[in-house]
């Protein structure tokens, strides 16, 4: 008899008090909205991005020559400290921090254009709420700023893929810095921080403007005031290590997973479209710049494919989140073929972008812009628009109004920038020190033992070069 009253007892008990349990936990969750499953996600996603800075590194040092290894690799990793560190202080303030937006979802007035510093040394920027600003509501506002960070570090290092074996690094080490702040932070407002760019309906799901055409245009800037090297084009300069360079591109590839679907900022569907775009995309570019090297050249190279797979990894950046598969193929295999032949004329013009920074991202950024225009469906993305294909050829517009905008504020931005430091510094290095390699000059080290780099050219040995 007590055991039936007790199961009795326990069952009314049981009725009384969940539902009371159950506003509880509603409330504790509308309180705290903060998702497990997204946050982990987010925080991958982000050591995936910073790791695209070392596969950076590896792909340019490759292609240079072997007296300028160091430096090359330098150029990229330098970004992680200087950016590492500005990000915290103001970076990420100047590029996402509004005082509120209107009832279009965007800033208003001044704020359209550039964000405030009210965000300076994280301030406000909570580890264990979202941000206030609705970027991202189910991510602690930190995990969304430190993903952010790693879009910062590696924008600028795409730059120095132009101007290798050349440039001095104190003067790079200043662009950079500089660069990041006043070209990169507005821009990110702009397009992704509630900006103008945003408001007008431009789709750029992780970067086409913002990280593509803008390293690519300033790539393109930078040449032209520092000038070509001194060998260029009569000396080859050939690629020292090509086994480095497929390493870098797998890198920089896996790394694109976190670029690309990690820009859904949840873990869910969005994700899933933009991880497979990713998948596919380069895998048609590489796939189309074989085939237009053995048709055209004779033979397949394995420079060839890794420029094929990173222009379809530019390419379909900005359209990864609103694109379906066959739609990440063609702009893929489109932007691959559009680089292709930009690298080829290039070459014919003898412009010394030495690892092709603009025929490659500015021209492969610009395209995957346009073609955003034209495959995005709403399909796969609801708050996206439709493009051409889908009825909507008015979505070209913004998409178009955005590249040249980049184009215009990037390059001007450059040039600036690039002439105020050449009025306190020297931007190359002397010819003497441009023969004998940076390595040695600018660092002090070599990449490789004295056997080894008498095999590749090395100008001299340490003690000669002092």
């Known amino acids: 008899m007590l055991k039936k009253v007790l199961i009795i007892s326990a069952i009314t008990l049981w009725f009384w008090v969940e539902p009371m349990m159950g506003n509880a936990w509603a409330q504790a969750a509308e309180a705290n909205p903060i998702n497990s499953g997204d946050t982990a996600w987010m925080l991958v996603s982000s050591a995936m991005v910073l790791l695209m800075t070392p596969g950076l590194a590896f792909f340019y040092g490759g292609l240079v020559r072997s007296r300028n290894v160091l430096n090359t690799m330098m150029m990229s990793f330098i970004l992680i400290a200087i950016v590492g560190v500005t990000w915290v202080l103001w970076g990420y303030s100047l590029a996402f921090e509004v005082s509120g937006?209107?009832?279009?979802?965007?800033?208003?007035?001044?704020?359209?254009y550039f964000g405030s510093l009210n965000w300076m040394f994280l301030n406000g920027v909570a580890f264990d709420k979202p941000d206030p600003i609705g970027y991202a509501g189910t991510i602690p506002h930190q995990v969304f700023m430190i993903y952010q960070m790693m879009f910062a570090i590696i924008t600028p290092a795409l730059i120095s893929g132009a101007i290798v074996e050349r440039v001095s690094f104190k003067a790079y080490f200043w662009f950079v810095l500089l660069w990041?702040?006043?070209?990169?932070?507005?821009?990110a407002h702009w397009v992704w921080g509630k900006g103008w760019i945003g408001a007008m309906g431009a789709l750029d799901f992780a970067g086409?403007?913002?990280?593509?055409?803008?390293?690519?245009?300033?790539?393109?800037?930078?040449?032209?005031?520092?000038?070509?090297?001194?060998?260029?084009?009569?000396?080859?300069?050939?690629?020292?290590?090509?086994?480095?360079?497929?390493?870098?591109?797998?890198?920089?590839?896996?790394?694109?997973?976190?670029?690309?679907?990690?820009?859904a900022l949840s873990s869910g569907a969005l994700a899933t479209v933009a991880f497979v775009s990713t998948a596919i995309a380069p895998a048609a570019g590489g796939l189309t710049w074989v085939i237009l090297e053995w048709v055209l050249r004779g033979k397949p190279t394995a420079l060839g494919i890794a420029s094929g797979f990173l222009a379809g990894l530019v390419g379909i950046t900005p359209a990864a989140g609103f694109v379906v598969p066959i739609g990440a193929i063609l702009i893929g295999s489109i932007t691959s073929a559009c680089c292709f032949f930009g690298v080829s004329f290039r070459a014919k013009i003898q412009f010394d972008d030495s690892l092709d920074t603009?025929?490659?991202?500015?021209?492969?950024?610009?395209?995957?812009?346009?073609?955003?225009?034209?495959?995005?469906?709403?399909?796969?993305?609801?708050?996206?628009?439709?493009?051409?294909?889908?009825?909507?050829?008015?979505?070209?517009?913004?998409?178009?109004?955005?590249?040249?905008?980049?184009?215009?504020?990037?390059g001007v931005g450059t040039f600036v920038i690039l002439k105020l430091l050449s009025l306190a510094m020297e931007l190359r290095v002397k010819p003497l020190q441009e023969e004998q390699g940076l390595d040695i000059n600018e660092h002090g080290e070599e990449g490789y033992g004295e056997e080894f780099a008498s095999g590749l050219g090395f100008a001299g040995t340490s003690a000669e070069l002092k």
């Open 180 to 187: 990041s702040t006043f070209i990169y932070s507005p821009l």
């Open 208 to 263: 086409g403007t913002v990280v593509h055409i803008s390293s690519g245009v300033s790539a393109l800037v930078a040449v032209w005031l520092i000038g070509a090297r001194k060998t260029y084009p009569d000396q080859p300069s050939a690629p020292h290590n090509l086994p480095y360079v497929l390493l870098g591109i797998g890198l920089l590839w896996f790394g694109w997973f976190g670029f690309n679907a990690g820009s």
């Open 358 to 410: 603009y025929f490659i991202h500015g021209i492969g950024g610009t395209v995957g812009a346009i073609l955003t225009g034209v495959f995005a469906t709403k399909a796969v993305n609801e708050f996206g628009q439709n493009g051409l294909l889908f009825g909507n050829a008015s979505l070209l517009v913004p998409q178009i109004v955005g590249v040249v905008a980049t184009y215009i504020f990037a």
């Open 101 to 112: 937006v209107g009832e279009n979802g965007f800033a208003q007035g001044f704020e359209k």
